[in-house]
């Protein structure tokens, strides 16, 4: 039987704004109260997915989130209609407003952590939905994300879901970006790669200084355990901590893995030498080889690598064996990230090939191409047991497109999010994007 990896991207939501609100995110911050551009945003995510479904790669969508979120705000204890909430939040309390309003869950990869069948005791697919509650804005998603993700994958006899780990600091949970799975092919068993920031209990693992370690070991070993899998098809590793406080917020931002090859910096990791170890005599033992590409510090700095997101990155296998690799444009822009990319395509290494992608709107909120999407391998049987609404096709991409060509704004400032109209633009598009990917009701203003 055939097995896939496919790719769900986030599509962009139509509050996008650069808020700031991601402390230990440098893009994020050094782009804060800039106007941004919703419109923009979108078709730039869309035009990588229809790129990738052109190139031969299996790609899905995930809906992003109702924005504001008038609920929370209630929560908060903003009173009177929808409209007066709004007003009154952008009165009292601008940054709570701020927070209802952004279109963080465009990053995907902070979804969910998904383990395939080939993995699980039971033979399911597994997903647990990411608490994120080291952020506050990030820390609402998860109700409408698990909604999303059961409405995506619905068949109980092939899919599990599991409800966020408890929204505290010691189960600190921040999804597929801290998660990587290796094997030698997608169908077949794998190691699951949890990589950590900090133990919440356990005193004899450092943590950093400056910025929050937002993943804990306990977190990845309770989502193990949630997923049934064997210890011998799961290795840990600890995130540097003084690359956290580079802002190097999550490991995909200094590493990214596919099939049998990791390919990371330098200084990514803590007692590198033995998780390397580990990874390859576990991933040996269900018939992979592994492999790792360093990329050295005297090449690319911690700095190159953030303000470049070269790790960040999509590294997707094609049918001949051979690896592409899909970073932003930015790496471009960076002469030392530039030309050790190139000298790594001509190596004759198993990476073959570089492609570029603008995603500068994504990119300045903090956010690369591997961040824009949610990883799930998947047999031929499961495949076709998903909501074939969210999987990529030509005619999806163009109703995609023309509705948010109908529907999003082309510039967006703080301003613009005290606007009551904003509530009802998003969700008369959401309520349209429901039905053109047949998803049902699954926002809080369709069910109540």
Known sequence: ???????????????????????????????????????EAALQGL???????DMGFQQGVLAPQERPDVAALRRLGFAGSDAQVIQHAAKEAMPLLVASCSASSMWVANAATV????????GRVHFTAANLNCKYHRSIEHPTTSRVL????????????HAALPAVAQFGDEGAANHT?????????????????????????????KYPARQTLEASQAVARLHGLREEGV??????????????FHNDVIAVGNGEVLFYHEDAFLETDRMLAELSTKLAKVGGKFQSVCVPRSAVTVDDAVRSYLFNSQLLSRPDGSMLLIVPE??????????????????????????????????????????????VALNETELAAVNPGV???????????????????????????????????????????????????????QIN
Not at 186 to 198: D, L, M, N, P
Not at 340 to 345: A, C, H, N, S
Request: some cysteine; proline content about 5%; overall charge neutral.
């Open 1 to 39: 039987m055939k097995s896939y990896e496919v790719n769900f991207d986030g599509l962009v939501g139509p509050t996008h704004n650069y808020g700031g609100l991601s402390y230990g995110n440098v893009a994020s911050q050094s782009n804060s109260q800039q106007s941004s551009n919703p419109k």
């Open 47 to 53: 035009a990588k997915m229809k790129a990738l479904m």
């Open 115 to 122: 383990s395939p069948s080939a993995d699980t005791a039971d």
């Open 150 to 161: 059961g409405a995506m994958f619905a068949d109980q006899q092939h899919f599990a879901h």
């Open 181 to 209: 799975r290796f094997c030698r092919a997608y169908g077949e068993a794998g190691v699951e790669f949890f990589v950590f920031g900090r133990s919440a209990f356990d005193t004899r693992f450092p943590a950093p200084q």
């Open 235 to 248: 290795v840990y590793a600890q995130q540097n901590p003084s690359v956290i406080d580079q802002g190097v």
């Open 330 to 375: 930015e790496c471009r822009g960076n002469e030392r990230v530039w030309q050790y990319l190139q000298g790594l395509t001509r190596s004759g290494g198993v990476i073959g090939e570089v492609k570029v992608f603008d995603l500068k709107q994504s990119m300045q909120n903090g956010g690369g191409p591997a961040c824009l999407r949610l990883r």
């Open 391 to 445: 999987i990529m096709t030509a005619p999806l991409y163009d109703s995609l497109t023309q509705w948010v060509e109908r529907h999003y704004r082309d510039r967006m400032t703080e301003n613009d999010l005290a606007d009551p109209q904003l509530l009802l633009e998003c969700r008369a598009a959401l309520d349209e994007l429901t039905q053109i990917l047949k998803l049902g009701a699954v926002y809080p203003f």
